[in-house]
């Protein structure tokens, strides 16, 4: 028997500083536990200096070059003006490290939250892709991820 609800849970991760942490089966999981077969997963990462994303989890080669383009565009040490005219600046926010103020501007160019359709309970996504969390911060953290469903649930 099918019924329509919602439910909304936490779940927590561990990064091992700056990199990725793939999550897709953490979350196929959960949706299999909670017994959701069709409906919306809504994924909310609850942080600053990190981000959710998804992204090919075929190739690890692609994940080394999205990390190598982001530290270029968004230096630890400051920033220079787009026409590179002038000296660099550095960053005002640094009480928690050097890696603290990138981390949170890296956060804003991607993105903390994702939205998926859940098909005969799992998530409906392409064949090479996977959802990461991207810890932003040197050292390792514990992460919350917020994931509110809506759909149908078996209640048997």
């Known amino acids: 028997v099918l019924k329509m609800e919602q439910i909304l849970s936490t779940l927590n991760f561990d990064t091992n500083g700056q990199g990725f942490t793939e999550i897709t089966k953490d979350i196929n999981n959960w949706i299999q536990n909670n017994k959701l077969k069709k409906g919306i997963l809504l994924a909310f990462l609850k942080h600053t200096s990190c981000s959710l994303i998804i992204n090919e989890n075929a190739d690890i080669n692609v994940l080394k070059d999205l ?87 078996d209640i048997n």
């Open 67 to 153: 990390s190598a383009y982001m530290k270029a565009i968004v230096p630890e040490e400051g920033l220079y003006s787009i026409n590179r005219s002038s000296k660099k600046v550095k960053y005002l926010h640094s009480q928690e490290g050097l890696d603290d103020m990138p981390a949170h501007i890296r956060t804003m160019l991607t993105s903390n939250n994702l939205s998926f359709s859940i098909v005969d309970s799992k998530l409906e996504i392409g064949l090479w892709q996977g959802i990461y969390i991207w810890e932003h911060r040197s050292s390792n953290k514990s992460r919350s991820l917020q994931l509110h469903a809506i759909g149908d649930f």
